[in-house]
């Protein structure tokens, strides 16, 4: 079965620094697809990158990206910048290729970032 | 953007009766859709996933005659939880995945906060 590790439970950074979350996760699968959601106090769940795994480049989104090691099955979250709004939980998840009904998300137990001014 | 609208936000019930929760796509087809609920604090732990027009698959631990799932269309599922206690009392998210857009689609509902007094 998968398993996705958040070892970070709480981080903070000051605004406009660079903060990295981490992320591993453990899987016998070469295909799949790796997410980072962020669940700000709304707790409305956001998509803020997404990675597939057959890719080797490296996701980026504006501020965000992520150092995706596959061999490592280390999957890191960069903010750069860091602003007020990106206080949040943060989770990692992982998802199978889909069919029939797979396809769910895997999801780390979450990092909560604060950013201070 | 795909949205996911959920419903109702918050809802506070007696102990022994019922409660309905909704789960939309509003612009997209939804085949699979996914129910999720998360305890204070944690992480989102899958429910049962729910196909349009068949029964749903429930993960380990959850009782399928408790959480009522129907996904009657591509467009709605429901989550009914059956004589509510007290430790119902969570929130719960359903996610939605359009049909065709591998991993590219998910889209979270904004919640449901469920209080059973």
């Known amino acids: 079965a998968q398993t996705v590790t958040q070892s970070q439970p709480e981080m903070s950074v000051q605004e406009a620094e660079t903060v990295t979350l981490s992320c591993t996760y453990d899987?016998?699968?070469?295909?799949?697809?790796l997410f980072w959601y962020k669940q700000p106090p709304s707790r409305q769940m956001i998509l803020v990158i997404r990675?597939?795994?057959?890719?080797?480049q490296n996701a980026t989104e504006n501020r965000f990206s992520v150092n995706f090691q596959k061999a490592a099955k280390s999957f890191s979250l960069k903010i750069s910048d860091s602003q007020l709004g990106d206080t949040a939980m943060y989770f990692c998840?992982?998802?199978?290729?889909?069919?029939?009904?797979?396809?769910?998300?895997?999801f780390g137990k979450g990092t909560k970032l604060s950013v201070k001014p | 953007g795909a949205v996911v609208s959920q419903h109702p936000s918050r809802v506070i019930c007696k102990s022994g009766t019922s409660v309905k929760i909704e789960c939309r796509s509003l612009?997209?087809?939804?085949?699979?859709m996914f129910w999720y609920r998360q305890f204070p604090k944690q992480s989102l732990m899958l429910m049962a996933t729910?196909?349009?027009?068949?029964?749903?698959?429930?993960e380990q631990g959850v009782e399928k005659d408790k959480f009522l799932i129907n996904h009657a269309s591509l467009t709605l599922s429901t989550l009914t939880v059956t004589s509510a206690h007290p430790e119902d009392s969570s929130f719960y998210i359903c996610?939605?995945?359009?049909?065709?857009?591998?991993?590219?689609?998910?889209?979270f509902g904004s919640g449901t906060r469920l209080t059973v007094v």
């Open positions: 990675q597939e795994a057959y890719k080797q």
């Open positions: 998840a992982f998802m199978k290729p889909f069919g029939g009904s797979q396809g769910n998300l895997i």
């Open positions: 996610s939605a995945r359009a049909t065709g857009t591998g991993g590219y689609g998910y889209t």
């Open positions: 899987t016998s699968e070469s295909n799949y697809y």
């Open positions: 729910s196909n349009e027009g068949s029964k749903a698959t429930y």
């Open positions: 612009d997209f087809q939804a085949t699979t």
